[in-house]
């Protein structure tokens, strides 16, 4: 088969995993275990056939070429998410010091199977940005967040500006590379487990400068009081009356 025949052109999905150099010989092999286990379960979950993708594996790092036929919005929007979900179940519980925290990147063009892994210059380019600096940064910035993703200004503008998936633009952060094979904007996404909520519209609001009252900080409503009404026909004496309620007083 020649050049010519094995031509195509894919979304290529980098996925690589923080730290992996810091683990021995038998963590290494944990790692990769669990990595390859999170991916196959974010791709059940979203839908897609993950025996289909043509994989190139390099330690804690796959790349991998998606058929065409399976939709690059799905990849980047539900399998991302399901992604981040299944990666958050396994992190449930543990140390921060023993999260597993993953980068990934996507890039649309040519690529195919050569006879030692990818060739075509989107393998090159999705390459160079899961493994910039940039992308680097943004997850060891971010310790609330254990999957942050990049991608090209292509595939960004493609599938999130055009409104494809169900994120938002203003999701992702524009960053400016400089790299070796890619120049230009790129988007990360930081999938993070906590973000600040939007101020509740009946929440009670700040008066006269002073911080804003909650339900909890008013003061008690006082329980009713019970009322008694007597009615008396014909002269009474001042005092205090009691009145018998089956050999009790109420005063």
């Known amino acids: 088969m020649n050049d010519k025949d094995r031509f195509a052109r ?9 730290g992996y150099s810091g683990h021995d010989a038998v963590g290494q092999d944990e790692l990769q275990k669990t990595l390859l286990g999170l991916l196959d379960r974010a791709a059940l979950a979203a839908g897609l056939d993950r025996s289909r993708w043509t994989c190139q594996y390099q330690g804690d790092c796959e790349f ?6 399976q939709p690059e919005p799905r990849i980047v929007d539900d399998f991302m998410r399901e992604l981040d979900a299944a990666l958050d179940r396994h992190n449930h519980s543990r140390l921060p010091e023993f999260r597993l925290r993953l980068r990934a990147a996507a890039h649309f063009g040519v690529a195919y199977p050569s006879d030692t892994g990818f060739a075509g210059q989107a393998a090159v380019v999705a390459a160079r940005l899961l493994n910039s600096d940039e ?4 997850l060891e910035e971010t310790p609330d967040a254990d999957l942050a993703l990049v991608l090209s200004d ?3 503008t493609d599938i999130v ?3 494809h998936v169900s994120t938002r633009p203003s ?17 990360i996404r930081l999938f993070r487990r906590s ?6 519209p009946a929440a009670p609001q700040a008066q006269d ?7 909890a900080d008013a003061p008690a409503a006082e329980p009713p009081r019970a009322q008694v009404q007597n009615t008396f026909h014909g002269p009474v004496e001042a005092g205090v009356i009691g009145i018998n309620l089956g050999g009790g007083n109420l005063r």
């Open 10 to 18: 894919h979304l290529v999905l980098g996925v690589d995993a923080k």
């Open 64 to 69: 991998s070429l998606v058929p065409q036929d």
């Open 135 to 138: 992308l680097k940064a943004a």
């Open 154 to 156: 292509r595939v960004f």
């Open 161 to 163: 500006a055009n409104r």
């Open 171 to 187: 999701d992702f952060l524009r960053v400016g590379l400089e790299l070796r094979d890619y120049t230009g904007a790129a988007w």
């Open 195 to 200: 973000r600040p909520s939007a101020p509740d």
């Open 209 to 215: 400068g002073g911080a804003p009252r909650s339900a």
